[in-house]
């Protein structure tokens, strides 16, 4: 899926980027070889970000349906 439109970057470029130690968004772009244009993104690739860096154990688990 898109994240930013103005880009054309893709939510695993920026998990991608989490995972090869950008911690923000801006180091994030700079990661992917872009800069931010209108920052309408800005959300949605900071919430990727964070959970890309987040670790396997602190994450929430499925339950199944009975």
């Known amino acids: ?3 930013c439109i103005c880009n054309a970057l893709k939510c ?3 998990r991608d ?3 090869g130690g950008a ?3 801006t180091s994030a772009f700079k990661a992917c070889g872009a800069k931010p244009r209108c920052g309408r ?3 949605e690739a900071a919430s990727l970000i964070e ?3 987040a670790p396997m ?3 929430p688990h499925a339950i199944a349906a009975e």
């Open 1 to 3: 899926m898109y994240v």
């Open 12 to 14: 695993s470029q920026f």
């Open 17 to 19: 980027a989490a995972k």
């Open 23 to 25: 911690q923000d968004v």
């Open 41 to 43: 993104c800005f959300e």
């Open 51 to 53: 959970q890309s860096m």
């Open 57 to 59: 154990d602190a994450m």
